[in-house]
């Protein structure tokens, strides 16, 4: 399966999913982006970036509503042909494990070794998860950080899931698909949710958290259900929806300046429940699914990493302004006015 229907401004677009797919889980092995399952249907695909093909690898028609899926470090530097994926959330209310192969690149007669084992052992989280959201941290890469809602954070073992540390957000409740990003510092995520943004830092030793509220420019206040993804500084928050209104907005935040931008670049078409997710390398964006119109959308979108952060529109000029400012060694009292007024431009 797999068609490239035509080339635009915005990069190249692949109109053929195998199905429409609202709030698909994606991640990236090699050359494959392994889309695990989406709010409705638990079959599994492969898309193979090199091809531009998908393929089947898990067939399962029973329905799910949410869930979560990371790839786990490898710890096996001499199998790097396998890669084990964990699932998390109300995917049939469990916890499980895949080993996962390439079905591009090995016999079909083992294709039954790709399939979801349930954990039965896991004494962290068993219940029902709802709007998951799953980064790997710790200075050992030892922990799970896992927000759901309503508003909880919690930090299980990787290597048993049990309960390490459990949290709060300072929030009312998580709507709709969250941003949830790990920085460079390997205890230290970033979380945006409607009106809410945080930095969020978690004390090993003392097993407590911190949060030190970030601002949410102005313009994407109120709306969820983006799609996100870092890469490299930046978190790119794409589309949404707030009220009955999708979007086709980029929106780029800077971990390090703490500043908002918008891409002068927009999506093809508004979508919201989209998944974002780069390449290896860094090089290109992939928009997947979504809901568009109010039908879960077969489109699939990529468009180069360098043009979306490179360009800008004009109106947000003014945030070089700020940046002087933030560099300036001065100290000037109004300064934090000076960013809440720039940010509610943005």
């Not at 299980?156 to 709709?176: R, S």
């Not at 206040?221 to 009955?244: A, E, M, Q, T």
Request: with cysteine; charged share 20%.
């Amino acid at each position: 399966m797999g068609n490239k229907q035509n080339t635009s401004r915005w990069g190249e677009i692949f109109d053929i999913l195998p199905c429409g797919l609202f709030r698909p889980q994606c991640v990236v092995f090699k050359n494959e982006i392994l889309i695990c399952g989406t709010w409705k249907i638990a079959s599994c695909y492969s898309y193979n970036m090199s091809t531009q093909q998908y393929k089947l690898f898990y067939e399962d028609k029973r329905m799910c509503n949410g869930h979560a899926i990371i790839k786990l470090p490898n710890e096996n530097e001499e199998n790097e042909e396998e890669v084990t994926l964990l699932l998390l959330g109300s995917f049939q209310n469990r916890v499980a494990w895949m080993k996962y192969r390439s079905v591009w690149a090995w016999q079909s007669n083992f294709q039954k070794n790709n399939e979801w084992i349930p954990e039965e052992k896991s004494k962290g989280i068993n219940a029902y998860l709802e709007d998951p959201c799953v980064v790997v941290g710790g200075s050992k890469n030892q922990y799970l950080f896992v927000v759901y809602r309503p508003n909880n954070i919690s930090v299980l073992m990787l290597h048993n899931l049990e309960l390490f540390a459990k949290g709060t957000l300072p929030i009312d409740c998580i709507v709709g698909a969250s941003c949830f990003v790990k920085t460079d510092n390997c205890n230290q995520m970033i979380f945006f949710n409607r009106l809410h943004g945080y930095l969020i830092t978690f004390d090993e030793t003392v097993q407590h958290f911190q949060f030190q509220k970030l601002t949410v420019c102005n313009k994407l206040r109120g709306r969820f259900d983006y799609s996100s993804v870092r890469v490299k500084d930046w978190i790119l928050l794409i589309g949404g929806k707030f009220g009955l209104k999708s979007f086709d907005t980029i929106y780029c935040y800077s971990i390090s300046l703490k500043i908002w931008r918008l891409s002068k670049y927009r999506l093809p078409i508004s979508l919201h429940g989209s998944c974002a997710i780069v390449d290896d390398q860094l090089c290109w964006l992939h928009v997947i699914g979504g809901k568009h119109e109010n039908k879960d959308s077969r489109h699939h979108f990529k468009i180069k990493i360098a043009d979306i952060i490179n360009n800008w529109r004009d109106e947000n000029e003014i945030v070089v302004i700020e940046h002087w400012f933030r560099t300036c060694k001065i100290s000037f009292l109004w300064v934090r006015d000076l960013n809440d007024v720039i940010n509610s431009f943005l």
